[in-house]
């Protein structure tokens, strides 16, 4: 099974300017646990997770703080990338071994389509009759 048949199309994004609490709000808002940040140009420069929010919370003395520091500070510029072409199985092995929940994927153009998940390699599992890894 691809990639391309069991991500989600759906890629949430915020700007690189914006306060790590809008971050959260819009997180809690959509169910996510993960914001893409684009330049101008559509090319992806960055991520932001839950996990940095909350070790962002726990390092600092006050929401003062939280609200002068911006998502660029926090983010982390490597994305870890899958082809929309590839097999689940990459995708799965590719999250296991960088420790992470989420991949961003991309198409033979390296153009962003969408956002594969650890939750929806489980929800593909509970599914269907595919045995896991």
Avoid: H, W
């Avoid at 070790?55 to 600092?60: G, R």
């Avoid at 092995?93 to 991949?103: K, T, V």
């Amino acid at each position: 099974m691809k990639v391309k048949e069991v991500m989600n199309p759906n890629i949430y994004t915020i700007e690189i300017d914006e306060t790590p609490t809008t971050a959260f709000k819009k997180m809690y808002e959509l169910g996510i646990r993960r914001l893409f940040i684009f330049n101008k140009d559509e090319k992806p420069i960055g991520i932001l997770s839950y996990y940095d929010i909350m070790t962002l919370l726990a390092t600092l003395e006050s929401k003062e703080e939280t609200d002068k520091t911006t998502i660029k500070e926090i983010m982390t510029e490597e994305i870890n990338t899958i082809n929309q072409n590839e097999d689940i199985q990459s995708a799965a092995n590719l999250m296991l071994r960088a420790d992470i929940s989420g991949l961003l994927v991309i198409n033979d153009n390296n153009v962003a389509v969408g956002v594969i998940t650890k939750t929806d390699l489980c929800r593909l599992i509970s599914i269907s009759n595919i045995t896991p890894l």
